[in-house]
């Protein structure tokens, strides 16, 4: 049993569990959607080709706390959000691929469970890419973590390089520049003006 949304737009809502009677959990598949502070609380989920955005909501945008999940092609966008992903799946694992995280203080933290991330793009996150907080290694290689240098890209990852109990997060074979396979981030700060002979100058920082 599964439950499908595609080519949606949901705005200011939450998918919650996805448990609908008696033990049935329906595996959520979501396709070409539009998400709008409308956080997904969720077990056994494939996403694609969808964009989630929060702005101003204290809830990650997407939980993961039992099952499998599947990310591909999937754009995260917090606006200064505390997390994009939170995953406590002991006994789950989590697959991410061709996706782009920005704007969130931490893009993805591992409480728990497996994950493994690939061709996905990680920029303007403020403290960290990836918090793992599991005793678990993490497979994230080849990334763009918004950096060519890995020691910079090491002080954006909690890991077993902060603190000894936990796991190591992988980055080896990083990009140097972003996966054109993933979702593209939009210009920074348009800006709008006039000049003096009436004329529209469109100002923008790259993304």
């Known amino acids: 049993m599964y439950l499908s949304i595609k080519k949606s737009k949901i705005e200011s809502s939450q998918i919650s569990k996805n448990k609908v009677s008696n033990n049935i959990n329906p595996y ?15 077990k056994d989920l ?3 080709s969808t964009k989630v955005v929060g702005t101003g909501i204290d809830l990650p945008l997407l939980s993961i706390t039992q099952g ?3 990310l591909d092609s999937v754009y995260f966008e917090g606006n200064q959000m505390e997390l994009g ?17 920005t704007g969130f203080e931490i893009g993805i933290r591992v409480m728990n469970g497996t ?6 793009n990680f920029l303007n996150n403020s403290n960290y890419q990836i918090e793992n907080l599991t005793g678990t290694n993490i497979n ?18 909690y890991d077993q390089n902060d603190n ?5 997060v992988d980055f080896s074979n990083f ?19 006039e000049d003096s002979d009436g004329e529209l100058n469109i100002t923008w920082s790259a993304n």
């Not at 994950?115 to 996905?120: E, Q």
């Open 28 to 42: 959520i598949n979501v396709s070409g959607c539009i998400f709008i502070n409308s956080p997904i609380y969720a």
């Open 46 to 48: 494939r996403i694609s």
């Open 68 to 70: 499998n999940g599947l």
């Open 85 to 101: 992903i939170y995953t406590n799946n002991n006994q789950g694992f989590l697959d991410i691929s061709r996706s782009l995280f």
């Open 115 to 120: 994950i493994s991330i690939d061709s996905s």
């Open 140 to 157: 994230a290689t080849g990334n763009y973590w918004n950096s060519a240098s890995p020691t910079i890209i090491s002080s954006t990852i």
């Open 164 to 168: 000894l109990e936990l796991g190591l």
């Open 175 to 193: 990009l140097t520049e972003p996966s054109t396979d993933a979702p593209i981030s939009p210009p920074r700060d348009v800006a709008k003006t």
